[in-house]
């Protein structure tokens, strides 16, 4: 027979004292005051059921991996927690949408210690709360040494007053191509994250470093954006040039960059960045998760976003004919940005 209170507390210190069932506890305790009422079925049965007003579901997930989207030396459990949640929830408002239901999944050595996996919890219900949106359900497993995999699927409906979903290919001759917000300042903050800055609490570093370890999308942007009258839209996740690149091709037009408002938004990441290293940011930056879109020529985009150039037919005689354009040249989307597999 057990009895807790003789267990040492150095024992319940990782995962393997702690144990699944008593994980699951403080993983239902964590996400049971959460906002949802579409959840007819919260965690801990097979499945969680989720009421579908619309009658259509947005489904989107994301997955990071320690060492490759973190580095325990620069960004907590609940850092890690609130961007993959908000990496998520930006693809959902990136279609004209909003979250319904979350599911986290965590796979995790052993020893790992448990205190990462409390802050893990508290960022994911942040990030959920802060977006209105319940934790319905997830997955532990056990890795390797050194492993640790956090994996969000998200769950979603078109925001109030959208009709469809704002693809990438939609882009048209004509439009508008705008940003959310600033961009940048994830890379800007990664960069010097590499360097070793240690910048005090206050200050431009400080908020760059807060970007990259916790993005700040304006979420309800998406919507906005799609009740606007956005004709495509996709949310800044490998950088600017790669994933304007992405709606180029799928909607078969050239994206022209404006090089004015690109100079404005690297002026916000200097002095902390040379001017050199400030504009490949803008243009490379990613996990920035601000939105891009393109909106019609007369209606324009919402208030607060910044224009950033314009759609123009694509042209027979380039290879490949769709892609973005600056100064007269093509921007190769493989020179910067990220790619998982060095592509
Ligand atoms: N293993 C897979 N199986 C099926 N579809 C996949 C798989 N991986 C990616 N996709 C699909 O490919 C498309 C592009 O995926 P990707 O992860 O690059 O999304 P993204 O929105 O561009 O990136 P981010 O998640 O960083 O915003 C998505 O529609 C995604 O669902
Ligand atoms: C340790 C460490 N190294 C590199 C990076 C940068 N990084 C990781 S994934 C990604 C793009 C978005 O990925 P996805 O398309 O999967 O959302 C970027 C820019 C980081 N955050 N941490
Ligand atoms: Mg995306």
Known sequence: MEHPEQVPQTDRATLAGLGESRLL????????GLPGGGVLV?????TAYLRVPSGAVLATTDTVVRGRDWRDEWSTGEDVGVKVVTQNLADLAAMGGRGTGLLVTLVAPQDLPVDWVRDLLAGTAWAATRAGVPVVGGDLSSAGAQEVVVSVTALGELGEGVARPVLRSGARAGDVLAVSGPLGRSGAGLLLLRRGVAPGRDGQEAGLLDHHRRP???LEQGPVAARAGARSMIDVSDGLVRDADRVARASGVRVRLDPGPLDRLAGLLQPAL???????????????????ATFPPRTGPPDGWTVLGQVVPSQADDEPPAGVWLEGRRLDPRTGGWDHFGG
């Open 274 to 292: 040379a001017p050199a290293d400030a504009r490949a940011q803008v243009l490379a930056g990613g996990e920035e998760h601000e939105l891009l």
């Open 42 to 46: 919260g965690p801990g049965d097979d």
């Open 25 to 32: 506890e403080e993983v239902f305790a964590a996400y049971g």
């Open 216 to 218: 700040t999308t304006d």
